[in-house]
């Protein structure tokens, strides 16, 4: 073959190697109950934070806009002392699934749970994982 030949069979679809698929951002709702406590507010807070900081996954939306939302419900101590964030996901029109988050630092943990909320998201939705 020649030179020409290798560089037009480079050029042909099908024949460069797939590009990875890209990610679209997931728009996403943190919730909260009205008035909830300081340090519930302070965890809904932080884990916009830290989704906003992730703009590559996610972009914060209106309320009732989102495609996945994170409702903040309580703080509360594990026997042992530990404090632990209950809340729920859900994906819209799905049903919530609820979850328990042990912590020590609310903004490291927040950034902790927003690194792997995609995953959890993508779950939900029957999207293979990333």
């Known amino acids: 073959m020649t030179l020409a030949t290798l560089a037009l069979a480079a050029l042909l679809p099908g024949q460069a190697a797939a590009a990875p698929p890209k990610v679209v951002p997931m728009t996403v709702e943190v919730r909260t109950a009205p008035k909830a406590p300081a340090e519930l507010e302070t965890w809904a807070k ?26 903040l419900d309580s703080i509360a101590k594990r026997p042992e002392g530990t404090r632990v964030l209950n809340g729920s996901f859900a994906v819209r029109g799905g049903k919530p699934r609820p979850f328990n988050y042990g912590f020590t630092d609310v903004k490291t943990e927040a950034e902790k749970l927003a690194r792997n909320l995609r995953g959890y998201a993508d779950q939900m939705k029957g999207a293979p994982p990333r």
């Open 46 to 71: 932080e884990l916009r934070a830290a989704l906003e900081a992730r703009k590559q996954e996610f972009r914060l939306v209106k309320p009732g806009q989102a495609e996945f939302v994170v409702q």
